[in-house]
C-alpha cells in the first residue's frame, strides 16, 4: 500500500523559509516522478515544482528561484525548500507521485495517481 507522510509545514513570516518533506513508503522511490502541489482557499489547485527519476525539475513561474525540489531515493523523501516566501504562497501543499519514465515532468496534475494528505502552509506577519 502506497502511503505519503508529509511534513514540515507551519507558520513562517514573509521573505522566510521552510522546507517540506514527503516520504514515500511501500514502493520505490526511484520509478517514480513527483509533484508539489498546493490550493489556496477559494482557489483551484495548482502544480509548484516536479522533479523526474532523473531529477530533471519543472518549477511553475511564480516559484522560480524561490522555490527547488530535490530527491533522496536511499530515504525515499522528496523534499522542496521555499525561500523567499510571501504570504501569497499560503496554501495547503501536497505531494503527489506517478510511475513513469520520462524526459520532462508535468504540473498537470492528471497523471499524478497517488496523492499526499497535504500539509499547511502559513506566510504571515
Known amino acids: 500500500q502506497l502511503q505519503f507522510v508529509e511534513s514540515g509545514g507551519g507558520l513562517a513570516q514573509p521573505g522566510g523559509s521552510l522546507r517540506l518533506s514527503c516520504a514515500l513508503r511501500?514502493?520505490?522511490?526511484?520509478?517514480?516522478?513527483v509533484g508539489w502541489f498546493r490550493q489556496a482557499p477559494g482557489k483551484e489547485r495548482e502544480g509548484v515544482l516536479c522533479?523526474?527519476?532523473?531529477?530533471?525539475?519543472n518549477p511553475a513561474g511564480s516559484v522560480k528561484g524561490r522555490f527547488t525540489i530535490s530527491r533522496d531515493n536511499a530515504k525515499s523523501t522528496v523534499y522542496l525548500q521555499m525561500n523567499n516566501l510571501k504570504p501569497d504562497d499560503t496554501a495547503v501543499y501536497y505531494c503527489?507521485?506517478?510511475?513513469?519514465?520520462?524526459?520532462?515532468?508535468?504540473?498537470?496534475?492528471?497523471?499524478?495517481?497517488?496523492w499526499g494528505q497535504g500539509t499547511q502552509v502559513t506566510v504571515s506577519s
Open positions: 522533479i523526474t527519476e532523473t531529477s530533471r525539475t
Open positions: 511501500g514502493f520505490s522511490l526511484e520509478e517514480y516522478t
Open positions: 503527489a507521485a506517478y510511475n513513469g519514465r520520462q524526459s520532462s515532468c508535468t504540473l498537470s496534475d492528471t497523471p499524478y495517481a497517488y
